[in-house]
């Protein structure tokens, strides 16, 4: 069983998102559960994967049995055992969350439709990560798109046209990245990775990698979200399911971030990408440019999904700047916001989710009050943005930390100052949503608002709580942005050193 | 080289207000009571700890205490040497007299969410003990910036729009400063490799440029020079005066603007050290830097009618008397720094308790309102006096002991224009003090009342305090022994041990 | 000349990778969005297909193969073209066919929504 686990993984969710529907058609309540039971499986087969990779080294799994480079393999080293539990435990909280949000905003009908595209979505971004060929991946990375296009549909008011122009942008992404494929393939004559990065060190010269190159980074660029690529983001974010940005906030763009990092640093190794073509410098003007412009346009925003959609395109940022900073700490920095974004950013959609069902409140300015109505929930809210703000000890500090370090190292004094100032205006936003939360109830009561102390009293406020389900996994990934922040070097230890190159400082 | 003892202590004492505020936060808004029971139980119990710190460090050993990594080769560190155990005292101690003062004073005006505002003053004492223990920079940061969050709740506890302004002011200069606190220490880290702060120093011989060391100085300096309110970085400290008295006494002339102080003290003396900032050329920029604060602050001072931003423009400048201190690099000067800092605390506390019981008597924030007040509040206005005299540095209150070793510290160091500094500002607290003891026993009042003072919870932490400024400035090492404390700390500067 | 020549299946899978990109950008119809993005697809479908062929090769069947083991040393690689690229575009083609039918099937809903294909249409009635 364990030596199946990484197939497992996938299996599993494949499996079962056929057989959905067709249980969904005897009683449409049984799909949310059967899916909740793959998706629980299925983490537990990723666990075992993470423990067999920690325990006894990088694992191959060759689909079939065909020795690569002519069959399929699943490569799944430290990086990826990492993520992939990141992504499977996100995924099974957010299943577990959004069972009511999805029955509000889901048409009954739907419902078994709806999670056999969710799990498929989840099966692929598994996928993504797990794979060791460049083919099978751009087959993942289009059925994660495919589905999300599906998804993101059943939103809103303007989820159609936000679904429509992901659609168009997602298949020029995932077209270069095949073509970047095919320029591979010439020179090479090879799609598994391991053998890529054996063979395209004496080639490195060719025009052909160059194009190659430059195709992956757009291709892949633009299915996580990077300045200046994302305009497809903030729309589909907005406009889908609550469910549904809660699943792909978190998960989408961090497993693509998850490929650029396996792009550049194994197809291509970190030579190539730094110095033979100067990819790095590029990349930290774009990703310093984006950390500024997303963190800017989420200050303007009145819709809370949308702001942090926004922010997350600042943060996506964060993670390419620490491959650009190539350097030991930027690295670790950058892997790491992988993993601390990805809490932060889940929790908060999380709670958004939670806020939306349980008050309809989509307006950052209707915020107002609300401790007193959801207290759990706020807590986690302000510690989810403190994390993004970067207050220790939560996780976003220390992947910033590693950041200011790299760029330190670098001597990048330039991209300190854009990581700090960053820093400043995430605090403009998250906290001004928090003096909304916590320290406004007066401000309409008491017109005026001198002395303030004639009012002692509010008016009794019923703490109305959401609903168990949907709590408990907003705190369970508060608990986990704390516990990436606290246990960051074990992480670090275990799974991220090792992307670190040899040889470099 | 001094022992090292490894206890757990430092820890407990972190984590008995940080337990203790999550009790706090779950007691039901109504329970007064036990929410105060809690807060009292962990007041002395931290306390306790504290105390029984003592006796090990004046042996002269260091209690030091390496917990979990927190980054490779980064730890979550505790460490508690000389300098480091007298902030603890002194935030330790005055908690339990403002937690009593606390109950007094939001049972007075019946205020509201007291849950909040006890947690958050909790979580502020949990963050203070954490910077005093704090044996590396990362951990210092760590509990720096928490105090930072942890502080933002009572100042915007009015919640109505000035103190929401005030907040967002408060946030706008502390987490500015952070970001270049932040900065600085991960500079320091990839250029020296260590943070662990060191009497002496430990920048030196690390073959960093003068540029480069100077560049992070200000840094730090601008970084922990918010907190305490230096000019021109001191605009959110009035401002923050909204907050409720309590908050006010402890936090802003003991806790959160001392941490700033703390942190510059460790800068100058436990990150860079005496040596290097005399050969990178910054000490006498730094001295004259808070130089000017002093005086205009004073100036400041002058000005302002009502009491607490009177106050609080005295705190800025007697803070920067303390970095003013380190900043000159002499043992005597250094240790009149240090001692400042639990003389200022006891002083200045005493000043704002007095501000907030003729609050919560009589309404009156202003000054020119407080004419005859001694008639009516007499022990009240007593302490003010007393403490007032002390914050000019009239013998016997302990105020005098740590100026005299500034100065002292001045000539030392043959900065005589430094001497004129501190006379000067004696002067002008003298000037913006006086008039108030004046108005307040030698004016008739408007109209005539007759002995009314605060309640019990009110008036006995004042008197508390007092006498407290009143034994240090004869006893200079009673029961605490901060003068040892501050003594045996500039040595260990000094000689770099 | 003989650069643009000898290079031909490039440059018309760039030529009509383009003429797809354009549309997919600049017209303001969803559905020649679309029927760009079906050119820019088939483009790089037939750029795959290209990059198989070789000169004077046939289709990569062995001949006998059913009734004798061959020495896989005897057979001659360059006398069949490469399989694996056609292979790669069938699932590219499924994968295209899909993204086809989703997207249209969105431009239905858009126009049971809001009784157009316009782009610029739509987004008034949104605004």
Known sequence: ??????????????????????????????????????????????????????????????????????????????????????????????????????????????????????????????????????????????????????????????????????????????????????????????????????????????????????????????????????????????????????????????????????????????????????????????????????????????????????????????????????????????????????????????????????????????????????????????????????????????????????????????LTAVILASSLLNAVYFFRIIEKIYFSSFVDLVTGGSGGHEHHELPAVAVAEAPLMMLVPILLMAAGILAVGLFNTQIIHHLLQFIVPKGLA | MNTIVISYKPLYAVLVSLVGAF???????????????????????????????????????????????????????????????????????????????????????????????????????????GIAFSGNLLTFYLFYEMLTIATYPLVTHNEDEEAVKAGRKYLTYTLTAGVLLLFAIGATYIYAGTLEFTPGGFLKGHNISIGMLQILLVAYLIGCGVKAGVMPFHAWLPSAMVAPTPVSALLHAVAVVKAGVFGCVRIIAYVFGPVLLKDIHMWLIVAYFVSFTIIVSSLFALASDNLKRRLAFSTISQLSYIILGAALLSKSSLTGSILHIPNHAYMKITLFFCAGAIFVKTGKKNISEMDGIGRQMPFTMLAFTLASFGMVGIPPLCGFISKWYLCLGTLQAHEIFFLFVLLTSAVLNAAYFFPIVYAAFFRKPAEATGVAEASIPLVLPLSITVVMAVIFGIFPNFLFHFFDLARNAATSIITGM | MDFIVSKFNYWIYIIMMMIGFYAMIAKRNLVKKIIGMNIFQTAIILFYVSIGAKKGATIPILEAAHHAKIPPESIEVAKYINPLPHVLMLTAIVVGVSVTGVALALIILIYRRYHTVEEDEILRQLS
């Open chain 1, 1 to 414: 069983m364990m030596q199946q686990a990484p197939a497992l993984t996938i299996a599993i969710l494949l499996l079962t998102a056929f057989w959905v529907p067709i249980f969904g058609m005897v009683k449409r309540e049984s799909a949310y559960y059967i899916s909740l039971t793959a998706m629980f499986f299925s983490f537990l087969a990723a666990c075992a994967t993470l423990y067999a990779v920690v325990t006894t080294g990088p694992i191959h799994y060759r689909m079939g049995g065909w020795p690569p480079p002519w069959g399929i393999e699943f490569v799944i080293d430290y990086l990826n055992a990492g993520v992939l539990v990141l992504i499977s435990l996100i995924s099974l909280l957010t299943t577990v969350s959004a069972k009511k949000s999805v029955e509000r905003e889901i048409h009954r009908s739907k419902w078994p439709l709806f999670w056999s595209l969710y799990l498929l979505l989840v099966m692929s971004l598994m996928g993504m990560t797990e794979t060791g060929d460049m083919f099978n991946m751009y087959v993942y990375l289009e059925v994660s798109s495919l589905t999300a296009y599906g998804l993101i549909a059943m939103g809103e008011k303007g989820a159609l046209m936000a679904s429509f122009n992901y659609v168009i942008l997602g298949s020029v992404g995932a077209s270069f990245y095949l073509l970047g494929v095919g320029y591979l393939y010439i020179a090479t004559g090879s799609l598994n990775m391991a053998d890529l990065s054996k063979i395209l060190p004496s080639i490195y010269r060719s025009k052909v990698i160059f194009t190659a190159f430059a195709f992956f980074i757009v291709g892949i660029g633009l299915k996580m979200g990077l300045f200046p690529l994302h305009m497809w983001l903030p729309d589909a974010y907005t406009h889908a399911p609550s469910a549904i940005s809660t699943l792909i906030a978190p998960t989408m763009t961090k497993v693509s971030a998850y490929v650029f990092f396996r792009i550049i640093l194994t197809v291509f190794n970190p030579h190539f990408s730094w110095e033979v073509i100067p990819a790095a410098t590029l990349l930290r003007w774009i990703a310093a440019v984006g950390i500024i412009y997303g963190s800017i346009m989420a200050i303007a925003q009145k819709d809370i999904k949308r702001m942090l959609a926004y922010s997350s395109i600042s943060q996506i940022g964060y993670i390419v700047l620490g491959i650009a900073l190539a350097n030991r700490m930027g690295l670790i920095g950058g892997a790491l916001h992988i993993f601390s974004h990805a809490f932060a950013k889940g929790s908060l959609f999380m709670v958004v989710m939670a806020v939306i069902y349980k008050t309809g409140i989509r307006n950052i300015d209707d915020f107002k009050g609300l401790n007193r109505k959801m207290p759990f929930t706020m807590a986690a809210f302000c510690l989810a943005a403190f994390s993004m703000v970067g207050v220790p000890p939560t996780a976003g500090f220390f992947s910033k930390w590693y950041l200011v370090l790299g760029t330190v190292a670098g001597k990048y004094w330039w």
């Open chain 2, 23 to 129: 009790f706090i936060l779950f007691t039901s808004e109504k329970r007064q009571n036990l929410r105060e029971a809690w807060t009292f139980i962990a007041a002395f119990i931290k306390f306790g700890i504290v105390i029984s710190m003592l006796p090990v460090i004046l042996h002269g050993k260091i209690i030091k205490l390496t917990l979990v990594e927190l980054a490779p080769g980064l730890s979550l560190m505790f460490k508690v040497d000389f300098f480091g155990i007298i902030f603890g005292l002194v935030a330790s101690g005055l908690w339990i007299v403002t937690s009593l003062y606390s109950i007094g004073y939001m049972r007075g005006l019946k205020e509201h969410a007291q849950n909040r505002y006890f947690f958050a003053f909790a979580l502020c004492l949990s963050a203070t003990m």
